[in-house]
């Protein structure tokens, strides 16, 4: 037994639990989230996507990192914020190769030029913006849809980009979500284009105060 | 009267010899009583939080802690507080606190903080450069000097803490090998 202090009448990390309903709520809200938007970019790059099962997760703060193959795989991020009354944050992560692929056929250029990338600042203020874009387009769905359901407005902060570790990346994530709560909501889901060598994988974190917003809208206890 | 081990301590070592130390952890070592274990300390991916590694040479006593945010604030906080070390402001007190319970003097401690990153570049907020500053002003409260410091900047960073040589390598994302920082 955990003992509580003077504010543990509040929620405790133990209290935190959800109902398999509430579960399969949060599943379908990143079904549909992600269907919207990968269905976007699929229209983008008029390729079928394949599409994994959305999983919902509740994990301790520290563990988050250790998702999708660990801290210090080397991968392109791509984040966008919703704040306001409802807070949360949808997380894009690419591997290297998915971005420079994405990249060549979008804006056309020669691969040679992107291929060198070791760091964003490797790369012309085209081709970032371009993948900016892309990203715009995926939270922008992706928040839509959401949005839909809940019969609210949610509009994702322009995206920000790194390439870096996936602890790096998380770190920022992380420092915003669990600065209150030891656990974070996490939901995700994978996709991949076989024939042009995109993996990819869209996150979604809602806070904690926003997931209670979200289940009254849905009208589930 | 002791106390049950705490939880956010870690001191499990993989089969590499290694200790991951994640988010809001901590770690103590007593060299000194530490004859065939050797462990290196690791924190890969660091980006916006911070090790601060804390040495006491000549007791042979060193910790190392991976922080998150500046400052804790018990009124918005909804949990009861297991992770201490989560905050700047409760981390460096507690990181003292716990190598002197080992044996460490705090006229000897000698820190080095690493981390403090912008990972990413047009975020209005800067939790890197917060972390840093927290952790210097603690710091500073304790009368701690920092012997090596590599902060800000906006690259992701892996740190060793070797325990055996008490040295400390560090490697930024995208170079190839580590580099002996101290």
């Known amino acids: 037994m955990a003992k509580k202090d003077k504010i543990g009448n509040d929620i405790g990390i133990e209290d935190i639990k959800l109902t398999p309903i509430q579960l399969d709520s949060l599943k379908e809200l990143g079904n549909i989230g992600s269907g919207n938007a990968i269905t976007a970019l699929s229209q983008l790059l008029n390729r079928r996507i394949n599409v994994s099962l959305t999983s919902v997760e509740l994990i301790p703060f520290w563990k988050l990192s250790d998702e999708f193959g660990g801290r210090e795989t080397v991968v392109f991020g791509i984040i966008s914020h919703v704040e306001g009354n409802q807070n949360l944050s949808i997380l894009q992560i690419y591997t290297r190769e998915s971005i420079i692929n994405v990249i060549s056929y979008l804006a056309g250029v020669d691969i040679k030029h992107v291929q060198k990338m070791k760091q964003l600042s490797d790369l012309d203020d085209l081709i970032l913006s371009t993948i900016s874009e892309v990203g715009n387009i995926l939270s922008g769905h992706y928040a839509n849809a959401l949005a839909d359901l809940m019969e609210t407005t949610l509009v994702p902060s322009v995206p920000n980009m790194a390439f870096d570790s996936l602890g790096a990346i998380m770190d920022s994530l992380i420092a915003k979500n669990a600065k209150y709560v030891d656990l974070m909501i996490m939901i995700d889901t994978k996709m991949n284009i076989e024939e042009m060598d995109i993996n990819g994988i869209l996150i979604f974190l809602p806070a904690f105060e926003t997931l209670k917003n979200f289940f009254k809208a849905l009208n589930i206890e | ?182």
């Open chain 2, 1 to 182: 009267m002791k106390d049950k081990p705490r939880e956010d301590r870690i001191i499990d070592v993989n089969n590499r010899g290694e200790i991951i130390l994640p988010i809001g952890h901590f770690a103590i070592f007593n060299l000194k009583s530490m004859k065939n274990c050797h462990p290196k300390i690791v924190i890969n991916g660091l980006g916006s939080c911070i090790a601060l590694i804390m040495i006491d040479k000549a007791n042979k006593i060193c910790g190392m802690s991976h922080i998150l945010l500046p400052s804790y604030n018990e009124l918005y906080y909804n949990a009861p507080l297991r992770y201490p070390h989560k905050y700047a402001d409760l981390a460096v007190s507690d990181l003292i606190e716990q190598l002197e319970n080992e044996g460490a003097k705090r006229v000897n401690l000698k820190a080095i903080i690493i981390g403090g990153a912008k990972i990413f570049q047009n975020h209005q907020n800067n939790i890197g450069s917060e972390n840093i500053q927290m952790i210097k002003n603690e710091l500073k409260r304790f009368n701690i000097d920092i012997m090596s410091e590599f902060t800000g900047g906006n690259k992701g960073r892996s740190v060793i803490f070797k325990t055996k040589t008490i040295s400390v390598l560090l490697r930024e994302t995208h170079q190839e090998k580590y580099e002996k920082i101290y």
